[in-house]
């Protein structure tokens, strides 16, 4: 799922793009897309674009007249921007803006169709769609505490809490929480005060940088490579690899459809973290340390 760099890019090429730029039509090709019926898609059409505005991981179309356009990714939504007359490719396609300086196209590489679209009359309206998250890199250090210990919750559920932090989720959570060397599933609530202090300045740093080093990867083009999985990243989708910092292997913690990546050494002083699915199933024989795991494998390998 897009998180805030890469929605901070898309929202800063489209702004380059279309602000001041008058939409001509908005055709909406994907049946589950559009959760609104009123306005309906053509109020949009002739109306310039004022700017475009972010909330949380949705990207916001600000119309002229307090008309918005609300957009959802999820986890498989992506924006396109085509020249004017191009051919564009039906498959995936979900939705298309046309500007008489080129095309906006919405794709989704998935069979769960889970990206969603929102059509607005008015400022409450959309300040309806606003989950409530603090915003890191405009927010005080003692904003970020308060915020924080708010609720007792681990430090992966609280990161990526939409209720609590804009704009993070499983992939940068994974970062952050590497650079701060805190465990995922620490609870809130038993941080110290250097631990808080410590996790506000890794929340910042890793944004800011990945926002600059996709801003300088993709120069004045579109974003066309929005992806969770980046190879430059420490732990995240990196399960089984050297950690950048000690070299010892990347754990994980599986669950649903997607998973927690975490170095136990640099974490977890050295401790695995339980993977609920595995540790169902070898119960005891689930290790606890990294050299507890690397002595069963040694095993494993000479057992005939």
């Avoid at 890019?9 to 793009?17: T, V």
Wanted: proline residues 6%; hydrophobic residues 40%; charged residues 25%.
């Amino acid at each position: 799922m897009p998180e805030l760099p890469d929605i901070t890019l898309y929202r800063e090429a489209l702004e380059r793009r279309l602000a001041g730029v008058t939409l001509e039509s908005l055709a909406i090709r994907g049946p589950s897309l559009l959760k609104t019926v009123d306005p309906p898609p053509s109020a949009c059409e002739g109306r310039r674009v004022a700017h475009i505005e972010r909330i949380g991981k949705r990207i916001v179309f600000a119309l002229e007249g307090e008309l918005f356009i609300v957009l959802h990714l999820m986890i498989a939504g992506r924006l396109h921007w085509k020249n004017p007359g191009a051919r564009l490719n039906a498959r995936g396609l979900l939705a298309t803006w046309t500007f008489p300086t080129g095309v906006l196209t919405l794709s989704e590489a998935s069979s769960k169709k889970r990206a969603s679209l929102w059509i607005l009359c008015g400022r409450e309206a959309l300040a309806n769609h606003d989950p409530g998250g603090l915003d890191v890199l405009d927010a005080s250090a003692e904003d970020f505490r308060d915020r924080l210990l708010l609720e007792n919750h681990t430090l992966k559920r609280a990161l990526t809490d939409p209720r609590l932090f804009s704009g993070i989720g499983n992939a940068y959570s994974d970062e952050i929480l590497h650079r701060a060397r805190l465990s995922p599933l620490l609870l809130t609530q038993r941080l110290g005060a250097d631990q808080v202090a410590g996790l506000h300045a890794a929340t910042r740093e890793v944004l800011e940088e990945w926002i600059e080093r996709l801003r300088s990867q993709t120069g004045d083009a579109f974003p066309e490579k929005v992806t969770a999985f980046r190879p430059e990243m420490a732990v995240h989708g990196r399960y089984g690899k050297p950690c950048p910092v000690c070299a010892n292997p990347v754990q994980r913690i599986a669950y649903a459809d997607s998973e927690t990546n975490y170095c136990a050494v640099c974490q977890n002083e050295g401790r695995l973290l339980s993977d609920r699915a595995l540790a169902r199933l070898m119960h005891d024989d689930w290790p606890r340390t990294l050299a507890e795991l690397e002595e069963k494998r040694q095993r494993s390998r000479l057992t005939p």
